[in-house]
């Protein structure tokens, strides 16, 4: 069995046609079918229920299926790592979603550039969930996210866990009212949510905050982007709950309150290939580290590996 049969495979039993999955690898279905006839001869075994429309996976074809995507992936991996290895001029490419450009990630990258002037670093902004199947795809090294998910194939890094805040229009009734705010206290407010796509986001963790308290707002209005919820704020068309970074962006239209809940947080996440030990990488993660003890802000030293 070689490599080509997995990837043959894998692509047959993942758009369940012989024609699409011809078409995806770029070659004719004959010697496609062939392929994976020659591949289930070398197993002794049936993958696919051949009268079944769409084309389905046997029982047996299920498990191998589980097997070869991991397979393949750590091979994607390997073929990664040992380019970077073998390069004298390294490169480095973190993807980020948006949000995290308001906290530390910029001076993050500064130093980094800084101290590793070899090192050839790009940005790239993406989704939490783009950021791993880049990462799988080998696009990216390193992702910063917010969202937990669960993936055998990616290693986790919780950093620290960041405090939600409220971003009120300025002169706000809630602002001068009380010193702190529940969200019990914004259910009567429109609640502006961001991002609107894709989701999992940002946006879940918040009204996952609401749900797990039994409180609806009375209206949610979902937008693209953390500057379009703080502008329709500054406009008075609502509230938005907001990461504790956004203090940095200076508004004189918006203010900001504390809420009363300390573990209504939203965590600062990086993630890598589950194999990937390079020394960028732990050169990065001991970078983070030394800014969060110099700044004094809280962090957690914990890898989260999904088994």
Known sequence: ???????????VAEERNFTRAAQRLHIAQPPLSRQIQQLEEILGVQLFERNSRPLKLTETGKFFYSHAV?????????ESMTRRVGNIERSLSV?????????MLPKIIRRFRD????????LHEMSTMDQLRALKDGRIDIGFGRIRHEDANIRRVILREEKMIVALPVGHPLSVSK?????????????????????????DQVLSAFQER??????IYEVRELQIALGLVAAGEGISVVPSSVYGLKRDDVSYMELDDPTLTSPIIMSMRAMDESR????????????????????SVRTDKME
């Open 95 to 103: 993807g980020f979603v948006g949000s995290t450009l308001y906290g």
């Open 70 to 78: 991991q397979l393949i992936a750590q091979t994607n991996d390997l």
């Open 280 to 299: 960028d990488i732990r050169e990065m993660l001991a970078l983070i580290y030394r800014l969060y003890e110099e700044e004094r802000i809280p962090y």
């Open 179 to 203: 010193p702190v705010l529940s969200l019990r206290d914004l259910i009567y407010e429109t609640l502006i949510v961001f991002p609107k796509t894709p989701r999992p986001s940002y946006a």
């Open 1 to 11: 069995m070689e490599l080509r049969h997995l990837r043959y495979f894998v692509a």
């Open 214 to 219: 039994a409180l609806t707002p009375r209206r």
């Open 115 to 122: 101290e590793n002037k070899s090192v050839e670093l790009s």
